[in-house]
Nanobody, 115 residues
Framework: VQLVESGGGLVQPGGSLRLSCAASGFTFSSSAMDWFRQAPGKEREFVATISWSGWTTYYAASVKGRFAISRDNAKDIMYLQMNSLKPEDTAIYYC?????????WGQGTQVTVSS
C-alpha cells in the first residue's frame, strides 16, 4: 500500500488549495478513504471521509462548508479542495486508508495559512 500526498503550500487567509492523494497497492475503487491533519503540538485529527463510490462524505465540524472531499476511481486519486482557509487550518495533511483493521498513511503534505 502506498499513499502519496501533494498540493500543499503557503497560502494567505481566505485562499484556496487542492490536495491530492495518489494511491497504489490496493483496490482503491473499493476502499473508503480519509483525510486527517496534524498541527504543531497537537494530536492528529480527522478532517473528512469519502465512501468507495464517492456518494457519501462526512466532514469535521471545523471544515464543513469550506472543504470538499472527492475521488477519481479511474485514476486512483483522492482530492481535498480547501477554500476560505484560516490560520488554524495550518497543519500537515495526511491521507489514510484502513485495510483489514490496519491503518495506512502517506508521508503528508504541509499546508501553511499565513499573511
Amino acid at each position: 500500500v502506498q499513499l502519496v500526498e501533494s498540493g500543499g503550500g503557503l497560502v494567505q487567509p481566505g485562499g484556496s488549495l487542492r490536495l491530492s492523494c495518489a494511491a497504489s497497492g490496493f483496490t482503491f475503487s473499493s476502499s473508503a478513504m480519509d483525510w486527517f491533519r496534524q498541527a504543531p503540538g497537537k494530536e492528529r485529527e480527522f478532517v473528512a471521509t469519502i465512501s468507495w463510490s464517492g456518494w457519501t462524505t462526512y466532514y469535521a465540524a471545523s471544515v464543513k462548508g469550506r472543504f470538499a472531499i472527492s475521488r477519481d476511481n479511474a485514476k486512483d486519486i483522492m482530492y481535498l479542495q480547501m477554500n476560505s482557509l484560516k490560520p488554524e487550518d495550518t497543519a500537515i495533511y495526511y491521507c489514510n486508508v484502513k485495510i483489514e483493521d490496519k491503518n495506512y498513511w502517506g508521508q503528508g503534505t504541509q499546508v501553511t495559512v499565513s499573511s
